[in-house]
């Protein structure tokens, strides 16, 4: 029998219960890994986990069990191309937010965009650093990441914020 792929809305409420019982030790770090890692195979179900543990209060990003990250580095190119999608979204909406004075929206993206670098620096370095460039290309107006920035309408101003993001994370 084959397993139902999850809807986007499916995974992120999936995330939500699984990350709250973790919080509440109802799961253990394993069981939790065990369980995302099913939702990291497909895309609904990776941007459904990244768009609940990116943006809410759970603890669990600022906290990564080592179970998670052995996951999420076993999971390979979609969670790459997904937190580096993420950390370019964050950038470029930190400072929309800053120019329209909502502090609390500016705030919110800015822990999405460190939980993004931080993340980042755990996934595999070669994937990571040729995901980057990929996306630091387009903000020179090149490459095929054109797309994805055209997509969001980033001016020029945010493409320098994306550009500075990707340049804070050090090669590991």
Not at 83 to 89: G, R, W, Y
Request: with cysteine; net charge negative.
């Amino acid at each position: 029998m084959q397993k139902k792929s999850p809807s986007f809305e499916e995974a992120i409420n999936a995330a939500s219960l699984w990350c709250t019982a973790w919080e509440q030790g109802e799961l253990s770090d394993e069981i939790l890994a065990d369980r995302i890692s099913e939702l990291l195979e497909t895309r609904n179900g990776s941007r459904g986990f990244f768009a609940f543990s990116l943006s809410s209060n759970s603890p669990l990003m600022d906290r990564l069990p080592d179970a998670l990250i052995f996951r999420l580095r076993e999971a390979g190119e979609i969670v790459v191309d997904l937190t580096a999608k993420n950390l370019a979204m964050s950038s470029a909406m930190t400072l929309h937010h800053q120019l329209n004075k909502k502090p609390d929206k500016k705030a919110a993206s800015e822990n999405i965009q460190r939980r993004c670098i931080e993340l980042l620096r755990l996934l595999e370095p070669h994937s990571v650093k040729e995901r980057l460039e990929s996306l630091l290309e387009a903000t020179n107006g090149k490459g095929k990441d054109l797309d994805f920035l055209s997509r969001w309408n980033y001016d020029d101003a945010q493409k320098r914020e994306i550009a500075k993001a990707i340049n804070s994370i050090p090669e590991n």
